[in-house]
């Protein structure tokens, strides 16, 4: 167990709608980062948060957003859901100075 | 985009054999990593080796790292049925802000 948590573990959405992923960091963890991974591929970078900021970003659209929160926690929200949009959504906490990353069990989403 | 390629995509062998996976890049690291997957679920990180490292080893896991080729490989020896699973390399670029980039991975089958 990585100590990260995410919610919900499976939703499904239909195409235009909007849904919000949840992920409570690791204990003393600062900086938190989401990854989407369509079927059969890797995980693709989509944002960073540290310390409530956005601080790095992928080659994602506008309605890929996220917040981070005092705590620490954090919320992944996409808009105008599109079917590409179904994949495995990670997220992944770590200190500012670690290198090394730890993964939540993933949120799967399916988009009709 | 993915930076890694994996090879090869998909590795069977049975109990007790090694099993080797390699991995290509394309830019400057500070580190590379790899993380294990089961069945669509979260990351496991297994192990991380820096920019300035040839090898490490932890436990049956052994990763060569080199940076001329841009090349990694990682040696599990003595495997078992509980190894199945696929594998990412993933690379901490020098440039840019993206935390990691991962391949497509390897998708290990060990036969008891």
């Known amino acids: 167990e990585t100590g990260v948590t995410q919610s919900p573990t499976h939703l499904i959405k239909t195409r235009g709608q909007q849904v919000t992923l949840r992920c409570s960091s690791q204990s003393g963890h600062n900086t938190v980062s989401w990854y989407q991974q369509a079927l059969g591929q890797g995980p693709q970078f989509i944002f960073q948060?540290?310390?409530?900021?956005?601080?790095g970003r992928g080659n994602f659209p506008p309605r890929f957003s996220g917040l981070q929160f005092p705590n620490y926690s954090s919320e992944l929200n996409v808009n105008a859901l599109e079917l590409d949009d179904s994949a495995l959504y990670l997220c992944?906490?770590?200190?500012?100075?670690?290198?090394?990353?730890?993964f939540g069990p993933g949120t799967r989403l399916l988009v009709l | 985009s993915q930076q890694g390629e994996e090879d090869p995509q998909a590795l069977s062998i049975q109990e007790g054999e090694n099993a080797t996976m390699n991995c290509s890049y394309k830019?400057?690291?500070?580190?590379l990593q790899w993380y294990r997957q089961n069945s669509g679920r979260g990351l496991v990180h297994l192990i991380l080796?820096?920019?300035?490292?040839r090898e490490k080893h932890s436990g049956r896991l052994r990763v060569t790292l080199d940076t001329s080729k841009k090349s990694s490989s990682l040696l599990i020896t003595a495997s078992r049925a509980a190894d199945t699973a696929s594998y990412f390399c993933a690379t901490d670029p020098t440039s840019g802000n993206t935390p990691l980039v991962f391949g497509k991975g390897t998708r290990l089958s060990v036969i008891a």
């Open positions: 080796i820096r920019s300035n490292e």
């Open positions: 992944a906490s770590r200190g500012l100075a670690q290198e090394t990353q730890y």
């Open positions: 830019t400057s690291i500070n580190n």
């Open positions: 948060y540290y310390r409530e900021e956005e601080n």
